[in-house]
């Protein structure tokens, strides 16, 4: 145990940066049991070690362990959560939980056993948690996603800036904007952010590109394999899949034309796109009164965030989709967002939203929110699609 504490005393001073994102404040403290859900380089290590260093700075009984420390490999996690509660261990950080056999169980046996233990644990964006039948009713999930266009802007420049509803911002833009422009100018980051800002590791990372395309090959052939049981030799296809979904311009979703593309069955296809909806590389939208689990099939898709798209397309990124990528990354964490044929997007089953190049916007009814990719500000229903990026 004493050389657990030592590691995690070390990794709190071998911090080079430390970014506090706006899910600290969200947390209920008060909760025994709490998840931090995330899919690979949005931070979730760095989340934990940031949870402890804020609460509990000088508290030994605090303690960060990655679960595949061989120590709880060898004794189990429950024998382990029992060591460090007896030992006066209030609060316990545990990562990767979900590597761990029976992670749901054995934590559920600790919930029950020690009524004075918070658990805070990590677990990939593709486990299920909520349904999860140990842990249903007694467990506070948060999913912590990439920075928003908002926190790069924070760090780039060291500035705050607050968070807005898509409501706030389809009602009061004008006056935001203005707010902003007194701090900064937006567009002078846009760029960059589309290209590396939503993952915090390009603080420190050299190569950001090789860092997305190794993330996105382990949860091809690791993560999503591990939780769907998929056997190896249909690896490549999810590869495939990827890529041919990527590249496409229109967005809609043709489950027999990717059929033929990789090779697979429909039903495949579909299951295939679900898992990697799960693990955060896709974007599945569906008609209003459908959602994830609705049985059918989605009407659009869009990989999941800009950074991930150049990742994938290189050269051949379609701006148009890459602002769709964009706009759909930052409104998806806070806002309910359905495929609609009148415009783009149904947001929140309320604004229908269309987002297009500077000027370039098929005209549309005067109920629909348009949102420009490089314009500084906007006019009434026409809004500068960075502002998107300050909704978390």
Same mark, same amino acid.
């Given at each position: ?10 990794l ?23 998840a ?8 979730k290590?760095?989340?934990l ?18 679960i595949?420390? $061989? ?8 024998h382990?959560?029992?060591?460090f ?8 950080l ?5 590597k761990?056999?029976?992670w ?17 644990f ?12 140990y ?5 506070d ?6 920075l928003?266009?908002?926190e790069f ?9 607050p ?11 004008e ?8 701090q900064?100018?937006?567009?002078a980051?846009f760029?960059n952010? $589309? ?5 915090p590791i390009?603080?420190e990372?050299?190569?950001?590109m090789?860092y ?22 249909n ?6 899949l990827?890529?041919?979904?990527a ?9 027999s034309?990717l059929?033929a593309?990789?090779?697979?069955s429909r039903?495949?296809v ?18 209003e009164?459908?959602?994830?689990d ?18 994938v ?14 706009f ?7 806002s ?11 947001v929140?089953?309320?604004?229908r ?19 420009e990719d490089?314009i ?7 809004i500068?699609?960075w502002l ?5």
């Amino acid at each position: 145990m004493d050389n657990l504490i030592k590691t995690y005393t070390t990794l709190l001073k071998e911090r080079t940066f430390s970014i506090r994102r706006g899910l600290m404040d969200e947390i209920n403290r008060d909760s025994r049991l709490i998840a931090v859900k995330g899919s690979r380089g949005v931070g979730k290590t760095n989340f934990l070690l940031d949870y402890g260093k804020e609460f509990y700075p000088d508290e030994k009984s605090c303690l960060y362990v990655n679960i595949n420390n $061989l120590f709880i490999v060898n004794d189990g996690l429950f024998h382990f959560v029992e060591y460090f509660y007896k030992l006066g261990g209030k609060v316990l950080l545990l990562d990767q939980v979900h590597k761990y056999p029976d992670w749901d169980k054995e934590l559920r046996a600790c919930y029950d056993t020690f009524p004075d233990l918070q658990i805070v644990f990590t677990a990939s964006s593709i486990v299920r948690i909520k349904s999860n039948p140990y842990l249903n009713g007694v467990v506070d999930m948060y999913n912590l996603n990439g920075l928003s266009f908002r926190e790069f802007l924070e760090l780039e420049t060291g500035k705050e800036f607050p968070v807005y509803s898509f409501r706030d911002i389809v009602e009061n833009h004008e006056q935001i904007v203005e707010n902003i422009l007194r701090q900064v100018r937006p567009l002078a980051y846009f760029h960059n952010y $589309l290209e590396y800002g939503y993952y915090p590791i390009y603080l420190e990372q050299k190569s950001h590109m090789d860092y997305l395309l190794k993330n996105i090959n382990l949860t091809l052939e690791f993560d999503i394999p591990y939780i769907n049981q998929i056997e190896l030799n249909n690896l490549v296809k999810l590869k495939q899949l990827l890529y041919v979904a990527a590249v496409d311009k229109s967005g809609s979703v043709n489950v027999s034309k990717l059929s033929a593309a990789i090779g697979v069955s429909r039903a495949t296809v579909v299951n295939y796109l679900t898992y990697m909806k799960n693990a955060r590389l896709l974007t599945l939208l569906y008609e209003e009164g459908n959602d994830d689990d609705c049985g059918k099939k989605p009407k659009q898709l869009y990989v999941h965030n800009p950074n991930l798209l150049n990742a994938v397309c290189l050269d051949k990124v379609n701006p148009v989709i890459l602002n769709k990528s964009f706009f759909l990354s930052q409104v998806c964490p806070m806002s309910q967002i359905n495929y609609i044929g009148q415009a783009d997007f149904l947001v929140d089953k309320i604004y229908r939203v269309a987002v297009c190049p500077e000027g370039k916007c098929k005209k549309q009814d005067e109920s629909v929110i348009v949102m420009e990719d490089m314009i500084e500000r906007g006019k009434g229903c026409v809004i500068p699609l960075w502002l998107a990026g300050f909704t978390y």
